[in-house]
């Protein structure tokens, strides 16, 4: 009964920056522990970000420094902010709750020139 809902995604030049964002609704009463993952096509599915219930944040080694992960609580809405944006960013870009064990429909970033 969780739905994730995405949106943000889009065609970026290299350098440039994106903000993805997640709405949760259902039975989501705060939303908390939530993750980024991303696939690109023939790929392994990889963890991006992740936020804890206590506000703690982990990133993968190859996104770390450029993008950021965040929650707003008030709107049951977790963001990806990314910045410094590499072709091989290049995914779709899913959210995920760890604590409901739902994803979204995931949203497609490339980054091109």
């Known amino acids: 009964q969780v739905r994730l809902v995405e949106s943000g995604g889009g065609l970026v030049q290299p350098g440039g920056s994106l903000r993805l964002s997640c709405a949760a609704s259902?039975?989501?009463?705060?939303?908390?522990?939530m993750a980024w993952y991303r696939q690109a096509p023939g790929k392994q599915r990889e963890l991006v970000a992740g936020?804890?219930?206590?506000?703690?944040?982990a990133y993968g080694d190859s996104v770390k420094g450029r993008f950021t992960i965040s929650i707003d609580k008030a709107v049951n809405t977790v963001y990806l902010q990314m910045t410094s944006l590499k072709p091989e960013d290049t995914a779709v870009y899913y959210c995920?709750?760890?604590?409901?064990?739902?994803w979204g429909q995931g949203t497609q970033v490339t980054v091109d020139s």
């Open positions: 259902g039975i989501i009463a705060s939303i908390s522990d």
């Open positions: 936020i804890t219930s206590d506000d703690n944040t």
């Open positions: 995920k709750s760890r604590r409901y064990s739902a």
